[in-house]
């Protein structure tokens, strides 16, 4: 590891071919936010009634919020992972992955849930 003499390390640029790869996890990351997204308002426009009134709005919301997560989570991501590449330190660890499947098996449950429960009413 590179340090000063005051144990700061020192910064350097590191191969661009890391460089890139964090960036196309980060992409990847904002290309799961969108679908998170585009999966909220598919909810809410395409779904019939499903169980109680505000059952569509819910899962929307839930779905809306893992998104701004993942966009939040994976910009930290990207920054710290980079500074760590810079410093020749070791990368650091992320909950995002358990996160995020954590909060799609909690849409998923609901949607079971709502389906075993209520069924799918095709009425308005």
Same mark, same amino acid.
């Given at each position: 590891?590179?340090?000063?003499?005051?144990?700061?390390?020192?910064?350097?640029?590191? =191969?661009?071919?890391?460089?890139?790869?964090?960036?196309?996890?980060?992409?990847?990351?904002?290309?799961?936010?969108?679908?998170?997204?585009?999966?909220?308002?598919?909810?809410?426009?395409?779904?019939?009634?499903?169980?109680?009134?505000?059952?569509?709005?819910?899962?929307?919301?839930?779905?809306?919020?893992?998104?701004?997560?993942?966009?939040?989570?994976?910009?930290?991501?990207?920054?710290?992972?980079?500074?760590?590449?810079?410093? =020749?330190? *070791?990368? *650091?660890?992320?909950?995002? *992955?358990?996160?995020?499947?954590?909060?799609?098996?909690?849409?998923?449950?609901?949607?079971? $849930?709502?389906? $075993?429960?209520?069924?799918?009413?095709?009425?308005?």
């Amino acid at each position: 590891m590179n340090k000063h003499d005051d144990n700061i390390l020192e910064e350097h640029e590191p =191969d661009y071919r890391f460089t890139l790869a964090n960036e196309r996890t980060f992409l990847a990351w904002i290309r799961t936010a969108l679908a998170l997204l585009a999966g909220s308002v598919a909810v809410v426009q395409l779904v019939p009634n499903l169980g109680f009134a505000r059952a569509r709005q819910l899962l929307a919301g839930l779905l809306a919020i893992i998104s701004v997560g993942v966009v939040a989570g994976s910009a930290l991501r990207w920054r710290s992972s980079q500074k760590a590449m810079r410093c =020749d330190a *070791p990368l *650091p660890s992320t909950l995002m *992955p358990w996160l995020l499947a954590l909060g799609v098996i909690t849409v998923g449950v609901i949607v079971m $849930v709502l389906i $075993v429960t209520y069924g799918v009413n095709t009425h308005d």
